[in-house]
């Protein structure tokens, strides 16, 4: 699946590189590059795997896995997938002004599913193993697909979500975030 919403459940990951004395606030409300995501589902249509484009993703705290209260409850949200590590990184490469987009390679059903109300690491471990396997087919089609230059606005996302003044940054701030806005605070 190629997920283009995402549903936080987590507490206390670090989401962000603002702060330290520089506020942004970037706009977020399509989390995917849809050019990215596009170009990911047709490199994994190339590689034969069966993609589902589109869709929410709620990310989870974990380590344990879902109670079947929990499970019953996303899917009552309409959610389509659930995962545990799948959306800090969405928030940093926007910040980052990164395109980003992902591939939810589907272990299991979690426990709503009467077939499957028991979910064991083994099972998990033989579905990531052949995912692999899929996500190298993909990510090899999609390199061959990444234009030279980006036509989306990820590259500028930036431009206009920086609330502090250049001159109010924190010099030790600006050497450390120099990469990500240099471009905006000289």
Same mark, same amino acid.
């Given at each position: &699946? ?6 936080? +459940? ?8 603002? #702060?330290? #004395?520089?506020?942004?606030?970037? =706009? @977020? ?5 849809? $050019?990215?995501?596009? &170009?990911? #589902? /047709?490199?994994? /249509?190339? $590689? #034969?795997?069966?993609?589902? +484009?589109?869709?929410?993703?709620? *990310? &989870?705290?974990?380590?344990? @896995?879902?109670? !079947? ?9 309409? &959610? ?16 980052? %002004? ?6 939810? !390679?589907?272990? /299991?059903? /979690? *426990?709503?599913? =009467? ?12 579905? !990531?193993?052949?995912? $692999? ?20 606005? *990820?590259?500028?996302?930036? %431009? ?18 120099? =990469? ?7």
């Amino acid at each position: &699946m190629i997920p283009d919403q995402f549903l936080d +459940r987590t507490r206390g990951r670090i989401s962000t590189f603002f #702060g330290e #004395g520089i506020v942004a606030h970037i =706009p @977020f409300a399509h989390p995917v590059c849809d $050019a990215l995501a596009g &170009m990911a #589902g /047709d490199a994994s /249509d190339a $590689a #034969g795997a069966r993609t589902h +484009r589109g869709g929410t993703y709620v *990310c &989870m705290e974990g380590p344990q @896995f879902s109670t !079947l209260a929990e499970s019953r409850l996303y899917r009552s949200w309409g &959610m389509d997938v659930i995962g545990m590590t799948n959306l800090q990184e969405a928030k940093l490469a926007r910040e980052a %002004e990164i395109c980003y987009a992902t591939l939810a !390679l589907v272990t /299991d059903y /979690d *426990c709503w599913h =009467p077939d499957h109300d028991h979910v064991t690491v083994e099972m998990i471990v033989q579905n !990531l193993l052949r995912n $692999a396997e899929t996500a190298q087919r993909v990510v090899r089609a999609l390199v061959e697909r990444l234009p030279a230059d980006r036509a989306c606005g *990820c590259a500028t996302a930036l %431009e206009s979500a920086i609330i502090t003044r250049p001159d109010a940054v924190p010099p030790e701030t600006k050497r450390k975030l120099a =990469p990500i806005v240099g471009k905006y605070l000289d």
